[in-house]
């Protein structure tokens, strides 16, 4: 009776995971961070998660998405949603080995990611806003749109791990990813990316700190040289597309 009740419970997990949305994303505006508690309840329910909750079976974890032999892109990722609406989305992302989901923003949004299986690299910035004046001097000498950021995570994960949160100011806003082996990653995005609603996503361009070396302006900063590691140039890009092949979601169906 007691393993029934245990099965019964992970077979609603989808279901608690949606409702658990709803409610901390009942404002639905852009820039809205859900307080502390409505966090710690989100990521703790996030933590819990496996693969086996949204009918991912070992086969399917084994996905391969491989380009033609000779070409040097990057295998292509697969996204599965599983709910979106204007107020918040949930989806998956399946990355083979070697798959990047390339370095983007999130503008006015608190995203949750947790990843669910396999093991990625994953880095993170914030912009530095107190150094816009340094940033603006360097995009006048080099004739680009690059902007000064401090780096927010730079590291491996290895699922079962703990799930994040990224907010519309801090915590990693701009991020990417590398699968190093068959990954998937569960995002949690309120509000979801809008054209409409001016939300759509950016991606940049990153280059090391040394890249723009001019003394006057390094003198400026007071930067030590152990701490330029901390730091990088991002340059938005006007032409990247980020291509995703759409998967189909077999998993629980959800009571909206």
Same mark, same amino acid.
């Given at each position: ?28 505006? %852009?820039? +809205? ?40 892109? %990057?295998?292509?990722?697969? @996204? &599965? ?8 989305? &949930? ?9 990047? &989901? ?14 669910? %299986? ?6 993170? @910035? ?6 816009? !004046?340094?940033?603006? !001097? ?65 991606? @940049?361009?990153? +280059? ?22 901390? @730091? %990088? ?20 169906? &959800?009571?909206?």
């Amino acid at each position: 009776m007691e393993s029934e009740k245990r099965k019964s419970s992970r077979e609603n997990m989808v279901q608690k995971l949606y409702d658990t949305c709803k409610q901390i994303f009942a404002n639905g505006k %852009a820039g +809205y961070v859900p307080p502390p508690h409505d966090i710690q309840r989100l990521t703790s329910l996030l933590d819990s998660l496996e693969p086996k909750d949204f009918k991912f079976t070992a086969p399917s974890l084994e996905f391969s998405s491989t380009n033609p032999p000779g070409t040097v892109e %990057a295998p292509l990722v697969t @996204y &599965i949603k599983i709910h979106e609406c204007n107020k918040f989305s &949930i989806g998956i992302f399946c990355l083979p080995p070697s798959g990047v &989901i390339p370095l983007h923003n999130h503008p006015g949004m608190t995203v949750f990611s947790k990843l669910l %299986a396999g093991t990625m690299h994953a880095t993170s @910035y914030d912009w530095v806003h107190n150094h816009d !004046h340094q940033a603006n !001097h360097y995009r006048g000498q080099q004739e680009s749109r690059m902007r000064l950021a401090k780096v927010y995570v730079d590291a491996d994960f290895t699922a079962p791990s703990k799930s994040s949160v990224l907010f519309p100011e801090s915590g990693g806003n701009m991020h990417c990813f590398k699968a190093l082996t068959p990954c998937i990653l569960l995002d949690v995005l309120g509000p979801p990316y809008s054209e409409p609603e001016g939300r759509h996503c950016t991606y @940049y361009q990153h +280059y090391s700190y040394d890249h723009i070396s001019f003394s006057d302006v390094n003198k400026e900063m007071k930067m030590k040289e152990d701490e330029t590691r901390s @730091y %990088a140039w991002l340059e938005e890009r006007k032409d990247e597309q980020f291509v995703v092949l759409g998967g189909t979601y077999d998993g629980p169906t &959800i009571k909206l």
